[in-house]
């Protein structure tokens, strides 16, 4: 006992010398600094953990999408066609679809010349009971529907095993908001219609 006494004493008179002093004093400010800076280190790993992150919810629970579950079916596209005085010309990479008997407008398509005519380069196609101005011929089709935003290129994304997965399709013909596939799809698939990439976790939404 008497031997801790004299080691305390020997203690205080080391820390009274001036140098000393300073000495004890740079320690304890390290000491709370380095206190300080750990525990705005903790707040913030634990404020990280409550900030809604998008990129990290997405990777841990899955990008919602919205989708389309499509069915091979029979539809309805639609064809613009400028229709003047019951008469019309279209190009020949257009009047594929257009056929005597067929709605346009409120009216519908009488004939439709398969040859060229030679002043215009274009074909001509007559109606009925159609205004002037801009109309709409329509034309059945059959195959897998879906808009025509959801197509990227030649593929589209589909759902597969809670992931995004691209699949290359055969679109056989478009209208300004519709696409038909007749191959690369199956009855039942769903079709992604939000921008998703390739191998993405996706969460399907309600």
Known sequence: ???????FEQLKTWSKRPRNKKRIYAVL???VVLWVIGRFAMVAAENRLFVFNPA????????IVEVIEVKNTSGVLTEPVTV???????????????????????GV???VSRGIDLDTGMHTVRTRGVSDGMNYAEYEMHGFFVPAYAVVGSDVFVVDGG????RHVNVARTDADTAVIVDGLRDGDMVILSRVGDGVKVKIKK
């Open 163 to 166: 992931r995004a997965v691209r």
């Open 56 to 63: 990290r919810a997405a990777a841990d629970s899955g990008q």
């Open 29 to 31: 400010v390290l000491i």
């Open 109 to 111: 398509i009488v004939s």
């Open 1 to 7: 006992m008497e031997a801790l006494l004299e080691r």
């Open 84 to 106: 003047k005085a019951n008469r019309a010309m279209v190009s020949s990479g257009r009047v594929g679809v257009l056929k005597p008997g067929q709605k346009i407008g409120d």
